[in-house]
């Protein structure tokens, strides 16, 4: 075999051997398409996290009255934390705790304080998230290899970018004079889709593969014990902080109105959106939201009895690094402006899907063509080179 055609087989072999990796490649990027609507497809398919107002005009309840309204449905129930979902079509997650020792989420109507329905431990939301995240090989001693796998696809779709970018020379016109030859037969229609959406798409595909890259990143800090965080830790209150009453019980706690109101006061434009209260008599009330910065949450830490905030939680307390890190994941999720932000982010996976199967259509096409042709010129040469052999053979018989 000449030097040529054994460099014709390598890349032909080289060639085949890239065809799981980019069929991973495309699976993942279906899931991660599925797992950005994914609580939009739950809400469409469990009525119990649907927020139905009463009547037209009826008026959303404050933290307090929510739950007023659950304490006089069960009386028994202790309620841990109360969320506010983005989208104000869904219901509350609210954590609770009965006393037969059961914690679950319940979903409470916004509108009423009715609790419609318990959520379910593990729903399609949580599948699609686990799947596109870390293929649902579950997480033993720190991160499991398939966070690492699916997280290392980040750098050759970085570089698939960048050298797309390369090999399609002035690449820009495709913004201003778009072409799809959809009558010039299959192969120049996905090549020029493969093109076509790979332009558009040049910033979505940079966001998430330099995201998907950084959860790389983040994993291998995690299982080193490498810590960029500069969150504070916050002790429990003392015991001769908690003020006793007479009987000695402890006293009556501020409402979460009022500390969601101390709460704004120490952080401008915060819309809070979750209250985590106090587990026990030593512990504080949490309160957060987003604020102008919408990738990114903001708390405050305060004293369930006197309202002084213990500890906050700024985007100005971040460092640049954390500036930058902690906006990875919402960049790569698309949950951070409510439902337009997520119908963005699922077009545009559409896109980068299609544009993975297309690259595979093209390839697939291209190597078949090219081992055929290789399978057909290595038979061509055996068999010229059995022929004077074959003749030698009549010709001795004679």
């Known amino acids: 075999m000449s030097k040529k055609s054994r460099s014709k087989l390598w890349f032909l072999v080289h060639s085949w051997l890239a065809l799981p990796i980019w069929f991973f490649v495309l699976i993942v990027c ?13 809400w469409l398919a469990n009525p119990q996290m649907r927020a139905s107002p009463p009547s037209d005009d ?6 307090d009255q929510i739950l007023a309204a659950m304490k006089k449905a069960e009386p028994q129930t202790l309620v841990q934390a109360i969320s506010r979902p983005d989208e104000s079509h869904f219901a509350l997650d609210v954590d609770v705790s009965y006393p037969d020792g ?27 998230r686990a799947l596109h995240g870390w293929w649902l090989v579950p997480f033993t001693n720190g991160y499991s290899w398939g966070w690492y796998l699916v997280s290392f696809l980040g750098l050759p779709l970085l570089v698939s970018l960048i050298t797309g970018l390369v090999v399609y020379k002035k690449f820009w016109k495709g913004f201003l004079r778009p072409t799809l030859r959809i009558r010039h037969g299959a192969r120049i229609f996905w ?23 950084w959860f790389l990143i983040e994993a291998m800090l995690f299982d080193n014990q490498v810590s960029i965080s500069s969150a504070q830790i916050i002790p429990a209150m003392a015991r001769k902080a908690v003020p006793l009453s007479p009987d000695g019980t402890p006293p009556a706690q501020i409402d979460i109105d009022r500390a969601i109101e101390i709460a704004m006061q120490k952080i401008p434009g915060l819309e809070a959106s979750f209250v985590s209260l ?25 004293n369930p009895y006197n309202g002084e905030i213990a500890a906050s939680r700024l985007i100005s307390d971040r460092s640049t690094l954390e500036f930058v890190t902690e906006s990875m994941r ?13 119908l963005i982010w699922f077009f545009f996976g559409l896109v980068l899907s299609m544009m993975v199967l297309s690259g595979l259509l093209i390839w697939t096409k291209r190597t078949a063509l090219a081992t055929a042709n290789a399978l057909k010129r290595s038979h061509k040469k055996q068999r010229s080179a059995t022929a004077p052999v074959n003749r030698e053979t009549s010709e001795a018989s004679l």
């Open 330 to 342: 919402p960049l790569h999720t698309g949950d951070f402006g409510g439902l337009w932000i997520k």
């Open 278 to 302: 106090p587990g026990n008599a030593y512990s504080h009330l949490d309160v957060g939201g987003r604020g102008w910065y919408p990738l990114m949450f903001q708390t405050a830490t305060i």
């Open 102 to 128: 059961r914690s679950v989420t319940v979903y409470v109507n916004p509108y009423s304080g009715v609790i419609q329905g318990v959520a379910p431990e593990f729903n399609f939301k949580a599948f699609t």
């Open 58 to 63: 009826a008026p959303l309840l404050s933290y």
């Open 191 to 213: 090549g020029d889709f493969h093109r076509l959406s790979g332009i558009w798409s040049i910033w979505f595909i940079a966001v998430i593969s330099i995201t998907g890259t």
């Open 30 to 42: 279906v899931t991660g398409t599925l797992a950005v609507v994914s609580q939009e497809i739950v």
